[in-house]
Nanobody, 116 residues
């Protein structure tokens, strides 16, 4: 399993970023996927989740209405569109693959910094 995130960077409050996660080594189109973040000095927080076929999505209250998770199964790629960014969105963002047996795989993460 390999998960490679990209698209992070520095943005101003109110700005937008789009994160990508390219997956390989497993049948991406069959798997539920999650974006998770970790802010400085804080624990992990799940941000958004998406069904294998994109039919259902879930969002943390902290990002609802501002972030959108999507996927392109033909490209084995997961996305996170982040709009109206706030300083509290500053974190390392990871895509996560989980299995029912408890196994979990993470990418290396991409840093998102929101500052004026």
């Amino acid at each position: 399993v390999q998960l490679v995130e990209s698209g992070g960077g520095l943005a101003q409050p109110g700005g937008s970023l789009r994160l990508s996660c390219v997956a390989s080594g497993f049948p991406f189109s069959q798997r539920f996927m999650t974006w998770v973040r970790q802010a400085p000095g804080k624990g992990l927080e799940w941000v958004a989740k998406i069904y294998h076929d994109g039919s259902l999505t879930y969002y943390a209250d902290s990002v609802k209405g501002r972030f959108a998770i999507s996927r392109d199964n033909a490209k084995s790629t997961l996305y996170l569109q982040m709009n109206n960014l706030k300083p509290e969105d500053t974190a390392v963002y990871y895509c996560k693959l989980s299995f029912a047996d408890g196994r979990a795989f993470w990418g290396q993460g991409t840093q998102v910094t929101i500052s004026s």
